[in-house]
């Protein structure tokens, strides 16, 4: 699993956008820049609509002021179902992204296989990035919406 002091893998997510697809590497979307960044096990389920993305939007502006260039939130699922989730939410300014074939969170070691439930999908997690190095690392245990919360990074900053 990616640690604290490492530079996240080279790897490519997808944005759809109303300017079209694109594909996306981790350089052009993590140097010279802060950010952070925050995975959810599916869009549209039930913690990741009622809590994980309503607290980034909330406090968008506060992570904003507190120096964090961008906020980014990744899942295994393709461009297109995160462009509808993020607009169902009104998530402005925040970057969704797709993670389809789950190489990127393989790459980091933040897999997990839910089996029939949805097979290979990302832990929750959010992390603090500068530069493309972790900063700061957030991973939720199972089941549990504490410490990747919004509420919780921003604090830590």
Excluded at 30 to 35: A, G
């Amino acid at each position: 699993m990616i640690a604290q002091g490492q530079q996240l893998p080279n790897a490519t997510l997808t944005q759809l956008t109303e300017q079209g697809m694109h594909t996306l590497t981790t350089d052009e979307l993590f140097s010279n820049k802060k950010v952070v960044l925050f995975a959810v096990p599916g869009a549209f389920t039930p913690t990741c609509s009622a809590s994980h993305l309503p607290g980034f939007i909330a406090h968008a502006a506060q992570f904003k002021e507190n120096g964090i260039d961008a906020i980014m939130c990744v899942s295994v699922n393709d461009a297109f179902v995160m462009k509808a989730w993020g607009d169902s939410q009104n998530a402005g300014d925040i970057m969704m992204l797709g993670d389809g074939d789950a190489s990127f969170t393989k790459a980091l070691g933040l897999d997990k296989d839910t089996a029939s439930f949805g097979g290979i999908r990302s832990k929750r997690y959010a992390m603090v990035l500068n530069n493309g190095v972790v900063t700061q690392l957030y991973v939720e245990q199972d089941k549990q919406f504490e410490v990747s919360a919004a509420e919780h990074v921003l604090a830590n900053l």
